[in-house]
C-alpha cells in the first residue's frame, strides 16, 4: 500500500478513536455538518467586511449593521423558540412506533402534522409583527430618514417562516441543513462583490442579505416538502394558541438573549455615535466565530439528550460530564487565538489598524472559554424541557447586561458594551448551573423518600 494511503488510513483510525472517547455517541459527525454552514456564516462576512468598508464607509456600514439588530428582534418573534423546540419535539417523534402513518394511503403523521402547525403559528406571528417593526422604525427620526435599510432587512422575517431549520436539525439531517445556508452565505457574497461598487449601491447590502436568505429558505420549505409528501393545512386557532403557550418560556427568554446581543448597537447609536456602531459591528464578526460553534453545538446537542424514560437526567449528566474535558480545552484554545490572532483579523476586517477596537477586543479574550462551558447546562435544560427556568435564567442575564450597558455608557461609552456583555454571559452560565443543582438535588431527595 503506497505511503500516502497507509497515512489516510491511519489518520482515520485516529479521528475515529478520538470521537469515540472525547465525543460520545458520534458526536462529532453531526457537530462537523452543521459547523461547516455555522463556520462560512462567519468567515463570509469576514470576507465581505472589509470591501464594504471601503466602497460604502464605515456609517453606512453602521447602518447596515443596525438595522439587522432590529429586525433580529423580529426573527426572534417569529421564530419563537421553534427552532430548540421544534427540533426536541421531531427527535422525540422520530423514535415512535405509534406516529408511523401509511405512506402507501397519504396518511399524515403526527410530525406531519407538527410541521403544519409550526408553519401556520408562524404565519401568524409574522402577520403582528411586521406592522409593529415599521411602527417603531418610522417613530425614530433618525431611523425613519434610513427606513430602506430597514425595510430590505425585513426580508429575513419571512425566510424565518420558511427555513424549515428546526425539521431538519430533528431529523438530524444537519449536512442538508449546511448545504442550504451555506448557500445562501455564498449568494451574498456573490451579490456583494458583483453589483456593489460605490456608496450609492449601499442600500443593495440588506436587499443582497435579505434576498437570497429569502430565495434559499423558500428553495428548501419546497424540498423538504416535496421529498417527505408533507400536506399543509390549518391546524386550529386552538393548536396555535396552545403552541405559542407551551412556547412561551423558550421565546421570553430568547426574546431576552436577542435583546441584550443585539441592543448594544440601538444603544451605540442612540448614545455614543455611528463610528462606534461600524466598529463594534467589525468585532461582532470576529465573535460571531465562537457564538456560531457553541450555537452549533447545542443545537446538535438537544436532539440527544431529549431522552424519555425516568432516569432522562441522569443519563444526560454523565454524558455531559464526558464532553466537559474537550469543551473546556476548546474553550481555552479560541481564548488563545483570540488573543494573538485577533488584532490581524480586525486589521484585516477594517482595512487599516484600529487601536481602540483592539483594545476592545483584548478584553473579550475569555468569551470563547465562557461560551464554550455555558453550551452545556443550556443544553441540558432545554432537552429536559426545563424551559420555563431556561427562559427565566436568559431574562436575568439579559437584564443584568443591559442594565449595566445603560448605567456605563454615559461614562466610558463603547467600554460598557465590553462589560455588559461579560458580566451577562457569566451570569447566565451561572445561574444555569445553579438551576441544574437544584433540579438534581430534588430528584436526589424523591428518589430516597
Known amino acids: 500500500m503506497p505511503l500516502g494511503c497507509r497515512l489516510h488510513v491511519y489518520l482515520c483510525r485516529v479521528l475515529n478513536q478520538t470521537n469515540k472517547r472525547l465525543f460520545p455517541g458520534g458526536l462529532t459527525g453531526d457537530l462537523l455538518s452543521l459547523g461547516t454552514v455555522q463556520a462560512l456564516s462567519a468567515l463570509l462576512p469576514l470576507a465581505t467586511v472589509p470591501y464594504l468598508l471601503r466602497v460604502v464607509g464605515l456609517e453606512a456600514f453602521g447602518w447596515y449593521n443596525l438595522s439587522l439588530a432590529v429586525m433580529n428582534f423580529g426573527v426572534a418573534w417569529v421564530d419563537f423558540g421553534f427552532t430548540l423546540t421544534g427540533s426536541r419535539d421531531k427527535s422525540a417523534l422520530n423514535g415512535d412506533p405509534t406516529t408511523a402513518g401509511d405512506p402507501a394511503v397519504g ?33 425614530i427620526p433618525t431611523w425613519r430618514e434610513h427606513a430602506l435599510f430597514f425595510l430590505s432587512s425585513a426580508l429575513l422575517l419571512p425566510a424565518q417562516v420558511l427555513m424549515p431549520a428546526w425539521w431538519l436539525q ?27 461598487d460605490s456608496k450609492e449601491d449601499q442600500l443593495l447590502i440588506p436587499l443582497l442579505n435579505g434576498g437570497s436568505t429569502l430565495l434559499v429558505a423558500f428553495a428548501a420549505f419546497f424540498q423538504v416538502r416535496s421529498v417527505e409528501k408533507i400536506p399543509l393545512g390549518w391546524p386550529g386557532w386552538g393548536s396555535c394558541m396552545g403552541l405559542l403557550r407551551m412556547n412561551r418560556p423558550v421565546f421570553l427568554g430568547g426574546l431576552s438573549s436577542a435583546l441584550f446581543a443585539h441592543s448594544t448597537l440601538i444603544i451605540l447609536e442612540l448614545f455614543v455615535g455611528a463610528r462606534w456602531v461600524g466598529i463594534v459591528s467589525a468585532l461582532e464578526k470576529i465573535i460571531l466565530v465562537f457564538r456560531m460553534a457553541a450555537s452549533s453545538l447545542q443545537q446538535v446537542l438537544i436532539p440527544r439528550l431529549s431522552a424519555q424514560d425516568p432516569e432522562a437526567m441522569t ?36 482595512g487599516s489598524p484600529q487601536p481602540d477596537a483592539e483594545a476592545l477586543l483584548r478584553c473579550l479574550v475569555l468569551l470563547p472559554l465562557i461560551l464554550a462551558i455555558g453550551v452545556l447546562p443550556s443544553s441540558l435544560l432545554l432537552a429536559t424541557k426545563h424551559n420555563r427556568l431556561f427562559g427565566r435564567n436568559l431574562m436575568v442575564a ?48 424523591t428518589t430516597r423518600s
Open 107 to 139: 396518511n399524515p403523521t403526527a410530525a406531519k402534522v407538527l410541521f403544519s402547525n409550526y408553519f401556520f403559528t408562524q404565519l401568524l406571528l409574522l402577520g403582528i409583527g411586521l406592522p409593529l417593526l415599521f411602527l417603531l422604525v418610522m417613530s
Open 170 to 196: 430533528g431529523s438530524r439531517q444537519f449536512a442538508l441543513l449546511a448545504r442550504w445556508q451555506v448557500l445562501g452565505r455564498l449568494l451574498f457574497a456573490v451579490g456583494v462583490f458583483s453589483c456593489i
Open 315 to 350: 443519563k444526560a449528566v454523565a454524558y455531559l460530564r464526558k464532553m466537559t474535558l474537550p469543551l473546556t480545552l476548546g474553550g481555552v484554545g479560541g481564548s488563545v487565538m483570540l488573543w494573538y490572532m485577533g488584532p490581524q483579523i480586525l486589521t484585516l476586517v477594517a
Open 398 to 445: 439579559a437584564a443584568g447586561g443591559v442594565g449595566i450597558h445603560l448605567l456605563l455608557v454615559f461614562y466610558i461609552g463603547a467600554w460598557a458594551t465590553i462589560t455588559s456583555l461579560l458580566t451577562a454571559e457569566l451570569l447566565l452560565v451561572c445561574k444555569n448551573v445553579a438551576s441544574l443543582k437544584q433540579i438534581l438535588g430534588n430528584q436526589t431527595r
